[in-house]
Every structure is written in structure tokens, then in C-alpha cells.
């Protein structure tokens, strides 16, 4: 992510006087991390099921990796 800013600060007259301005380009790294959520386990009549939030075209058996059968 770039930032470009700017900025001016007009001196008090008393302690400062004059005008101050700057500008510059921040460089700024930001990563997140999605979790992942399955949704509820629907299971089906042939002792498997799916996850809520996966296709139901892919099988998953309680306890072992999608697809796979125990």
C-alpha cells in the first residue's frame, strides 16, 4: 500500500515564524490471514457427509481429509 501526503504548518508569530511544509510517499507492508470456516457438517445416510460451506459433490467422512473414506 502507498500513502502520498502533504502537509503545512504556519508558524505562531511569536516562538515561530514562517511557513513549514513537507510532503512525502509512505511505503506500508499489510498481510492478513483468512480463516477458513467449514460452516456445520450435514451428514448424509451412507454414514458420510459434507461441510455447510463446501460443495456437497465433495465427500467428507468425520475424521479423515475431504474426499477420503476411513
Known amino acids: 500500500m502507498i500513502i ?3 502537509g503545512s ?12 511544509r ?3 510517499i509512505l511505503t506500508l507492508s499489510v498481510t492478513w490471514t483468512v480463516i477458513q470456516d467449514k460452516g456445520v ?4 445416510r ?5 461441510w ?3 460443495s456437497s459433490n465433495s465427500p467428507h467422512y468425520p475424521g479423515t481429509p475431504a474426499g477420503s473414506r476411513p
Open 4 to 6: 502520498s501526503w502533504s
Open 22 to 24: 513537507a510532503r512525502g
Open 41 to 44: 457438517f450435514v451428514p448424509d
Open 9 to 20: 504548518k504556519i508558524g505562531d508569530g511569536v516562538q515561530t515564524e514562517g511557513t513549514s
Open 46 to 50: 451412507n454414514n458420510g457427509g459434507y
Open 52 to 54: 455447510s460451506n463446501c
